[in-house]
């Protein structure tokens, strides 16, 4: 973990209110996992003090030799907002890697994984399928968008693997819900990344076969001092009662931890 | 030049985490050694574990965040076994922050704290505005925050920092109650109580409802409290909120600190505090400065 | 859409210039149309002309700002003869704000004010920060803020809305003890007292020492109040502190505001007011809301 | 009066943290007399609360023609360091002109003027010499500054009528105060701006002439409204007893009101 003033590579909006960001740095080399996330400074100079507040956003995929690593995020609020200001050649403070990841080696060799996401939980999930098709596993995503217009690296997925769209409305790919295409794929271990409704839905669905979800949860700190991000584990029997989203997750097993 | 002498407190440098931002040290010291710190203030320990209050639990504001964790904490005796042998191995003070929601819980749990050899100095916390029984009453009225104070100090092998509530008509009257009832100094300010409330939702941000105003924002408050407090004292201020830089240190030291601690802008800048310690002194030596101490109530002491 | 009815006010937007950053409304009449206006809160008035603290009266901090202008005012009836007349040029109401040393200073200021026919309420001011008597002792304690607004009340022709002091323990008591002597609403919040020292002279920026913090950084404190303050009393508030746009009006009528005042803002953008009022029908159709007053106190009102 | 986006056409280091600022907007068509002001604010945005008070800067030159104003500040805190950072094509959102400026009618017919200045109040009397050499007053300028690394505009002073310059230490020009030469000098009127202790010693000096000294105050709205920037009148029997620097000044009558 470092903080480090990363190089904007690139910008670019890639959906309504989705921007894709380059940063090149040191920081990459540490990158450990799939899912991890970084906690950027928006605004930077030590005097800022609007937004104050770091911004989690996970890694969207990583590549060490050149340094590089890429995020998308929507812009909506202050910080994103001002973040999504920012031009190539302008430095972005950044702290990471944060967090532990999406556990890639939890798929036997030669194996299925099903990755599901929804809006802007999506992105740390494209660095996690190129991490199993690296690995030989074979991947199929399904990923829900609200409408054509949010849709965004449906060709980069696909060249990784069978690739499903979802849109509430229809306007690409299918009509519906990540859930509804479910019992169409054949998987062994399924790993997810969305808004908290549908990681519940798929905490009841999912019940056979491992699933791992990755939380959002408000922060502080970043790195596990300030009790912010909290979520208590189901287990009542657990000897802390809680886990930490930013240090012990955002990745958890399902089920491990009440979803916030 | 940056050495301070305050009751149990031998501080290589007067700059310390404040409490609830730092956790137990671990993670921070897992990015930069520790013993840069003039000390550590722990986060608040109560007779038994806590988990607080439920997410969400901060939010952001102008120049400023809410927090309302409630207090969340391993309990007194898992801090002493599993937390303070790991700042052992430190050469740095640990100050340990006491909350609870009876006098008997702080009493109780003062007692075991004050015991250990690497806690130099309680910080009794009557202040924190996150639990929903006690707590913030103790630090509104003086006769209950004195009351308090004695019986703490009648337990506590170590000095006792009473840390004040900003969030009182009378912040002086606070502080003389608890001098009077035997504190050998004050922190101050713990954070206003502040809402912000969600458009969306239109409900509360905070599932607590309320939370605590920490940052830059509360900082002319601070000052204002510290100012108007450290003429009317004379037990050592341990001063607080917003500081982001040596020259809010500063800043705290004129208006009447002999300290201070760092909370929200460990989250804004996870080395602000090493940062802080290592610009101080060439900010002294600009201004001709070469005992920090020399600076404590400057603003009011030639006025 | 964004008519709201409050005692002796009929207003055809909740949102006016808050006291003292907007003087007579002469220069930003230069500006704009004051006639866009749902009402000018004015310049407080004393019953003799006051100059105010000496200068510096205005200092910058993190998202606010602290003053202290210690009221200064030509005196009431200079404001009647050389103020109203302009202002009654205008189809909007004017509250007239109304700060004293003594009761009796405020009794009869009170009086004269309530007269004028332009003047439609009047805005007690128990909790200026800056003046030396007075002032800020009636706004602290209950007892006596409850008996100014009796006395207030018993000359007044219009109604009266009693500003209240955040600088308290109790909000809420203070609510009701002017509630019970006969507020006709309340205006929340006057400004946190606040300090900042200049690290060169190492002496407070101003003058006066002490200021009043006002703008976006103190907009947490100011809706925790509201929200606490509007679900223990019947009569309605205005809401102020640190109001920028019309988000944050919104926010407050979360809170449980019925009117808004903007003051620091229109420092900020001296066409602050009448771009909130163009921007609240928009927002208010994107949430789904054909009359504002169906936002007061929603964030307590379905939890 | 107006509240403008002005762009940036030009934005250079002049000296040691002064910096010469040229701004392009229908703001300059309303400049009416050299020495007003405009009051800016830094960051920009409607969410940018910090800094969150405008910064009074004098008005250094103007052009209507080409509604062009050149600008000169020191940076030096948070706002102006902020400002020292705008690149050119940037839009600064500018409020003015502010205040009342120097007569140069003051001066009769082919008579003398003489301008003093100080640091960072040379700027605006760079447009009354111009202005006044305009109407063919003859114009000598004597300017203080700290060290020879503070001084700006020399040269273009120096096309405009004679020119003395001062240096506290000697690096540049004279070594002392612009009190200390003010005898050499044949002048029908004065005209000044400076910290205040220059202007103090000025009235003190020059009684028999007219002079005219140019304030700064803290200031919050910049229009008049707010009464931050009041400072008494000497004559207790004015009906006022105090003036406005933002909207009565920034420039006054020598011995007019109390330096502030
Ligand atoms: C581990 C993690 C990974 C994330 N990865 C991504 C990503 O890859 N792409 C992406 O678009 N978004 C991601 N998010 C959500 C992202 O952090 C928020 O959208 C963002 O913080 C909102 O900031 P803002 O300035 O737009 O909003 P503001 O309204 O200005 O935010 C105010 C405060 O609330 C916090 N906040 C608001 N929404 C959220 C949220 N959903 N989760 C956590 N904090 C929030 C902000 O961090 C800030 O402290 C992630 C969140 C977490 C916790
Ligand atoms: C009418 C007028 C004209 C001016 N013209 C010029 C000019 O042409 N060139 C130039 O370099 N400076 C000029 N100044 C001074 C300039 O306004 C300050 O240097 C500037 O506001 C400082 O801002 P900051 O962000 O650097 O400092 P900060 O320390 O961040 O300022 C904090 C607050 O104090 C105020 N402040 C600080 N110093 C001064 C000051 N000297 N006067 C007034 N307010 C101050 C700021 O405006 C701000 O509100 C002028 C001032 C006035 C009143
Ligand atoms: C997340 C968080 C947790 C806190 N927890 C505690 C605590 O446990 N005990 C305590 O006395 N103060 C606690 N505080 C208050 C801080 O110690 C400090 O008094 C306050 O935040 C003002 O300083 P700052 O503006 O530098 O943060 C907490 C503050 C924050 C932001
Ligand atoms: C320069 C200034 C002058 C003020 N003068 C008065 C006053 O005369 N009477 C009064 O009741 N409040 C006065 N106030 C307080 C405001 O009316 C308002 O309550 C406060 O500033 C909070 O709102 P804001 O954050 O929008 O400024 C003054 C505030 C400022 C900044
Ligand atoms: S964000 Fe601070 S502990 Fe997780
Ligand atoms: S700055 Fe507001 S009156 Fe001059």
């Known amino acids: 973990m470092r903080q480090e003033a990363m190089r904007v590579l690139a910008h670019e909006k890639i959906a309504d209110a989705i921007f894709e960001l380059k940063l090149k740095g040191g920081m990459v080399n540490e990158i450990t996992e799939p899912g991890q996330f970084v906690h950027i400074r928006v605004g930077g100079g030590a005097q800022t003090v609007a937004p104050l507040l770091r911004r989690p956003i996970s890694i969207c995929s990583a590549d060490p030799s050149?340094?590089?690593?890429?995020?998308?995020?929507?812009?909506?609020?202050?910080?994103?907002?001002?973040?999504?200001?920012?031009?190539?050649?302008?430095?972005?403070?950044?702290?990471?890697?944060?967090?532990?990841?999406?556990?890639?080696?939890?798929?036997?060799?030669?194996?299925?994984?099903?990755?599901?996401?929804?809006?802007?939980?999506?992105?740390?999930?494209?660095?996690?399928?190129?991490?199993?098709?690296?690995?030989?596993?074979?991947?199929?995503?399904?990923?829900?968008?609200?409408?054509?217009?949010?849709?965004?690296?449906?060709?980069?997925?696909?060249?990784?693997g069978r690739t499903i769209v979802m849109t509430e409305d229809g306007t690409c790919g299918q009509k519906g819900r990540v859930t509804d295409?479910?019992?169409?794929?054949?998987?062994?271990?399924?790993?997810?990344?969305?808004?908290?409704?549908?990681?519940?839905?798929?905490?009841?669905?999912?019940?056979?076969?491992?699933?791992?979800?990755?939380?959002?949860?408000?922060?502080?700190?970043?790195?596990?001092?300030?009790?912010?991000?909290?979520?208590?584990?189901?287990?009542?029997?657990?000897?802390?009662?809680?886990?930490?989203?930013?240090?012990?997750?955002?990745?958890?097993?399902?089920?491990?931890?009440?979803?916030? | 030049m940056l050495n301070v002498h305050l009751p149990g407190l031998d501080l290589k440098n007067p700059v310390m985490p404040a409490s609830g931002c730092f956790a137990f040290g671990k993670e921070y010291g897992n990015l930069y050694d520790l013993n840069v710190l003039g000390a550590v203030i722990i986060k608040a320990a109560t007779l038994e574990s806590r988990y607080g209050n439920p997410t969400p639990r901060v939010a952001e504001t102008p120049a400023g965040m809410l927090n309302a964790i409630g207090l969340q904490n391993p309990g007194v005796d898992k801090i002493i076994s599993q937390e303070l042998p790991r700042l052992a191995e430190y050469d740095v003070p640990v100050i340990a922050n006491i909350a609870g929601s009876e006098m008997s819980d702080y009493v109780q749990t003062a007692e075991k704290m004050s015991k250990q050899p690497v806690v130099k100095a309680l910080e009794l916390n009557i202040s924190c505005p996150n639990v929903k029984h006690g707590g913030i009453t103790f630090g509104t009225v003086p006769e209950i925050a004195a009351e308090l104070t004695s019986k703490v100090k009648a337990v506590s092998e170590k000095p006792v920092y009473v840390k004040l509530s900003p969030n009182v008509t009378d912040i002086v009257a606070m502080a003389k109650a608890v001098e009077a009832a035997g504190a050998d100094g004050l922190s101050m300010i713990n954070t206003l109580l502040g809402m912000r409330i969600d458009l969306k939702s239109q409900k509360p941000v905070l599932s607590n409802l309320t939370g605590g105003l920490s940052g830059p924002a509360i900082k002319p408050v601070a000052i204002r409290m510290i100012y108007e407090v450290s003429q009317k004292v004379s037990i050592p201020i341990i001063g607080m909120g917003g500081i982001q830089n040596a020259d809010d240190v500063i800043e705290y030291f004129l208006a009447g600190a002999s300290a201070v601690a760092v909370g929200t802008a460990?989250?804004?800048?996870?080395?602000v505090c090493p940062k802080i310690i290592k610009e101080l002194p060439e900010k002294l030596n600009g201004m001709g400065i070469s005992d920090i101490n020399e600076l404590v109530g400057r603003s009011w002491k030639h006025a």
């Open chain 1, 66 to 160: 050149s340094e590089i690593m890429t995020l998308i995020y929507r812009s909506g609020g202050l910080g994103t907002g001002l973040l999504s200001q920012a031009v190539v050649g302008e430095k972005v403070d950044v702290l990471g890697p944060l967090g532990h990841g999406f556990p890639i080696d939890a798929v036997p060799a030669g194996g299925k994984a099903l990755v599901i996401g929804g809006g802007v939980g999506v992105p740390p999930l494209y660095g996690l399928s190129q991490a199993l098709t690296a690995q030989g596993v074979q991947v199929t995503h399904v990923l829900g968008f609200r409408s054509a217009k949010d849709v965004f690296y449906q060709d980069a997925f696909e060249k990784l």
């Open chain 1, 181 to 260: 295409v479910l019992n169409t794929v054949d998987f062994d271990v399924a790993y997810s990344c969305g808004p908290t409704p549908m990681l519940k839905a798929l905490e009841r669905e999912i019940t056979e076969k491992p699933l791992f979800v990755s939380l959002e949860q408000r922060m502080g700190c970043g790195i596990g001092a300030c009790m912010a991000c909290v979520t208590h584990t189901t287990d009542p029997g657990d000897s802390k009662g809680y886990r930490r989203v930013c240090c012990d997750g955002p990745v958890f097993k399902a089920r491990e931890v009440e979803l916030c």
């Open chain 2, 266 to 271: 460990n989250f804004v800048d996870p080395f």
